[in-house]
């Protein structure tokens, strides 16, 4: 079994940070070594995930050296020949094309798409038939917590502090606390049966569930029969329209980069891999 050192990697990392603040001239700074490979200050956007800035944590030692034993591995792997494999020889093929059909798709294709808020709100008015609701839905506000103790703190603080403070505070999800619009079908049986009860503006006590203790308070009442408002279903439309003009823009792509690069599949032997 391969093992490295924590005592190798710990001053790596410690360089690491010195070097991430002398800027952008010390990009090519050697971080890390895994044996005849190196890891430099700019690798680390790669493998550190998107948004990571918790600096110093134990997070960034396991990514470093998640990298440093993939690349003894794959070294070993080719000392002794494992990349003539005629299946492996594919599938690192394989990830090469797919790779760089995706960088392509994402700057070349997903570039031209461009869905501004006009646009948006003109396929709202075109479709406004099916924004018409068929239910009676409520919009509301949650707090969820785990413990009987906590849900009587949350309860007495309702009294003196507005909802969504205390939500900020308490939920387990404090980034989720307005919910939207939702039928009585869509909810947790328990909450459905206190939501449609509540006056607007009114909040309940602690429903107990499976998942935990919640609080909710009712934003808005809309009635089957009542139109659902742009701001309501905007995000949604946005979405279909990006993902519509992404479509037009790939075959557009795509059908001229076949009309310079000829495709030619040999039907019969493909067929004779699925004939029974």
């Known amino acids: 079994m391969i093992k490295i050192s924590r005592l190798l990697i710990i001053p790596l990392i410690i360089t690491l940070f010195i070097i991430s603040g002398c800027g952008r001239g010390e990009d090519k700074k050697v971080v890390a070594t895994a044996g005849n490979s190196t890891l430099i200050n700019?690798?680390?956007d790669y493998i550190l995930p998107a948004g990571f800035r918790e600096e110093m944590s134990e997070a960034v030692f396991r990514f470093?050296?998640?990298?440093?034993?993939?690349?003894?591995?794959?070294?070993?792997?080719?000392?002794?020949?494992?990349?003539?494999?005629?299946?492996?020889?594919?599938?690192?093929?394989?990830a090469r094309r797919n790779i760089l059909a995706s960088a392509y798709e994402r700057e070349l294709i997903a570039s031209r798409v461009n869905v501004d808020s006009a646009k948006i709100y003109d396929y709202y008015l075109d479709n406004l038939d099916y924004f018409f609701r068929?239910?009676?839905?409520?919009?509301?506000?949650?707090?969820m917590i785990s413990d009987s103790t906590e849900a009587l703190i949350v309860d007495s603080l309702l009294f003196s502090l507005e909802f969504e403070e205390v939500a900020?505070?308490?939920?387990?999800?404090?980034?989720?606390?307005?919910?939207g619009y939702f039928a009585r079908e869509e909810m947790h049986p328990e909450l459905a049966k206190v939501?449609?009860?509540?006056?607007v503006g009114?909040?309940?006590g602690p429903i107990k569930t499976e998942f935990g203790y919640h609080f909710i308070k009712l934003l808005d009442y809309a009635s089957k029969g009542s139109l659902?408002?742009?701001?309501?279903?905007?995000?949604t439309l946005e979405d279909i329209l990006i993902e519509r003009e992404y479509n037009n823009a790939y075959r557009a792509v795509v059908d001229s980069l076949i009309a310079e690069k000829t495709i030619e599949v040999d039907s019969a032997s493909v067929l004779k891999k699925v004939k029974k």
Do not use: M, T
């Open 64 to 94: 470093v050296e998640d990298w440093a034993k993939e690349e003894i591995l794959a070294q070993a792997a080719e000392d002794i020949g494992l990349q003539k494999n005629p299946e492996i020889a594919f599938r690192l093929e394989e």
């Open 134 to 143: 068929d239910r009676d839905e409520v919009r509301c506000s949650h707090i």
């Open 168 to 179: 900020l505070q308490f939920s387990h999800d404090p980034y989720n606390v307005d919910i």
């Open 195 to 199: 939501a449609f009860r509540l006056a």
């Open 228 to 235: 659902r408002e742009f701001a309501d279903v905007r995000e």
């Open 202 to 204: 009114e909040r309940s």
């Open 42 to 44: 700019s690798d680390l």
